[in-house]
């Protein structure tokens, strides 16, 4: 699933692509792509202009210039593409917006998960309940740390999972969970309220650069995600851990190890990161 910096990646590509351009017609050859009626939502989008692009968690916001926002999610698999106007649809196309300057912009999903809703501007979490309830963005501005030692504290759930939950920091997915616990040598069954302050705030400064990181080198490829130019992310040649199950730890050469962690894929090593029983 791609996670917020691949979902910024395409935020920006989309920003850069679409902005000022006006949809004249949809189709939607997978209606099940649409959380709601289809023809209100091709009625609440038809004729309006894509005014700019925000991110909030892995949520694409597509603002309107006519107080309409879509909220777009891409769940495993989902990539848009901009293409000229009478470009063959793609295999697995799920809604096609046609632009007035001759191109068209489609949504594309193998796997068929992503989905989109129509909302009011500024009442997007009313019609997308989940929204109101993400945690702070993993920046230097919204990830404070008398929160996080607050949060950890109060609970006593695996840190891995903890740091899953979107309701607690908004973005994080397993890649850059198993990046971060590596990171601060911290084991991904290490229960949250067992975590020093000193190790939270050295968390919290890896989260934020770890994301920092992955946005500038273009979000991570593993299976399948490329951005709205076609292009593959950069940051898989960067990971310290995530998907070097078996190779030698780069911090101490230990072999490094995969585990379920709440049905989840873990590596971590287990000479740096020892589990605290």
């Keep these: ?26 189709d939607v050859p997978y209606p099940k792509v649409i959380n709601g009626d289809v023809p209100d939502f091709v009625a609440q989008v ?11 968690g892995k949520y694409l916001l597509f603002r309107l210039d006519n107080g309409k926002t879509i909220v777009s999610h891409l769940r495993m698999e989902g990539q848009y593409s901009v293409e000229p106007a009478g470009a063959d649809w793609h295999k697995h196309s799920e809604i ?6 001759e191109r068209t912009l489609m949504y594309n999903d193998t796997r068929r998960f992503g989905r989109m809703t129509i909302a009011t501007t500024g009442e997007e979490a009313k019609v997308v309940p989940t929204l ?3 945690g702070p963005e993993p920046t230097e501005a919204d990830l404070k740390l008398d929160y996080m030692v607050e949060i ?12 899953l939950d979107q309701t607690k ?17 911290i084991h991904p069954k290490t229960l949250t309220d067992d975590l020093s302050e000193a190790q939270l705030a050295e968390l919290r400064e890896n989260i934020i650069e770890e994301i920092k990181k992955a946005i500038a080198g273009h979000g991570t490829t593993v299976h399948s995600f490329s951005n709205v130019f076609g292009q593959v992310g950069q940051f898989q040649n960067q990971l310290d851990v995530y998907g070097r199950a078996g190779k030698p730890c780069l911090r101490c050469e230990t072999t490094l190890e995969k585990i379920k962690v ?10 740096c990161q020892v589990e605290v029983r």
């Design 152 to 163: 950890f504290h109060k609970s006593h759930r695996m840190v891995k999972p903890f740091l």
């Design 46 to 56: 038809k004729g309006a202009t894509f005014k700019h692009f925000d991110r909030r």
């Design 1 to 26: 699933m791609p996670e917020l910096p691949e979902v910024e990646t395409v935020r920006r590509g989309l920003a850069a692509l679409i902005t000022g351009a006006k949809i004249t017609d949809v």
């Design 132 to 134: 109101a309830k993400l």
């Design 169 to 185: 920091i908004a973005g994080l997915g397993n890649i850059y969970t198993d990046e971060v616990l590596w990171q601060t040598k």
């Design 262 to 271: 709440a049905q989840r894929g873990t590596t971590f090593c287990p000479h």
């Design 96 to 101: 096609i917006f046609h632009l007035a300057d």
